[in-house]
């Protein structure tokens, strides 16, 4: 099963900040947030990840709570090609026995 | 650097027979993850070889097998094709080392008649 939890579906004006949540309670402490979106049936686009220090590149922010139970993806400025569906997971480092579960993700929509 | 590489994009079966995909990494990546991609079950973990060795297995019967080759491209193999099968194929490549983050490919499209 999943170990992240996140909103079925979330709406955001073109051009303004989009955040997405996720929660992740469970989370060990080697254990890294990623984040991976995937536009309609097109393979999954890796985003971001961290382990507990907010991280920006330059698609993306992430911010994770101190306790490292949740964090929310940022994207700044939302454009149309930004709809997809955003996928939270937590995956250990190291951990060559693990592979990426991904869960029914967070459907962003766009709006113009 | 190029990307992930799936051949075919899109393939047509019959119940019954069997079907190769084929995947090549990002150059350097020596691990290779495979997924299936279902509208009721999403995407589920088939299975991750790193050079030339299964490393890791998912829950899948084992019609379903693949393979690595010593330039890290990697194939994977359904036999026996059920309806069920008809799925999005995804690959994914990482380094192999301590980095784990995985590039997908864009998928083969699989459709069993």
């Known amino acids: 099963d999943a170990k992240t939890t996140q909103p079925t579906s979330m709406d955001c004006a073109e051009g303004r900040a989009a955040n997405l949540p996720c929660n992740h309670s469970t989370i060990s402490g080697n254990e890294y947030v990623y984040w991976y979106r995937q536009i309609h049936s097109q393979g999954p686009q890796y985003i971001i990840h961290?382990?507990?220090n907010n991280e920006t590149n330059e698609m993306a922010s992430l911010i994770i709570t101190e306790d490292r139970k949740s964090s929310t993806l940022i994207l700044p400025h939302a454009t149309l090609r930004d709809t997809a569906v955003y996928y939270c997971?937590?995956?250990?480092?190291?951990?060559?026995?693990?592979?990426?579960?991904f869960g029914p993700g967070t459907r962003l929509s766009v709006l113009p | 650097k190029a990307g992930v590489t799936q051949t075919p994009r899109y393939l047509i079966k019959t119940r019954g027979q069997q079907v190769t995909l084929s995947c090549s990494p990002i150059s350097g990546h020596r691990s290779v993850s495979w997924y299936q991609q279902t509208p009721g079950q999403g995407l589920q973990f088939l299975f991750e070889?790193?050079?030339?060795?299964?490393?890791n297995k998912g829950n899948f019967p084992g019609r379903f097998s693949g393979r690595q080759f010593s330039n890290s491209r990697s194939e994977m193999n359904v036999s026996t094709l059920e309806l069920g099968d008809s799925a999005l194929y995804l690959c994914?490549?990482?380094?192999?080392?301590?980095?784990?983050?995985?590039?997908f490919g864009p998928g083969t499209r699989l459709l069993v008649l």
């Open positions: 070889y790193f050079s030339e060795t299964q490393r």
């Open positions: 961290g382990l507990k």
């Open positions: 997971i937590v995956r250990a480092r190291d951990n060559y026995g693990q592979n990426f579960v």
């Open positions: 994914a490549s990482s380094p192999g080392r301590e980095q784990e983050t995985q590039y």
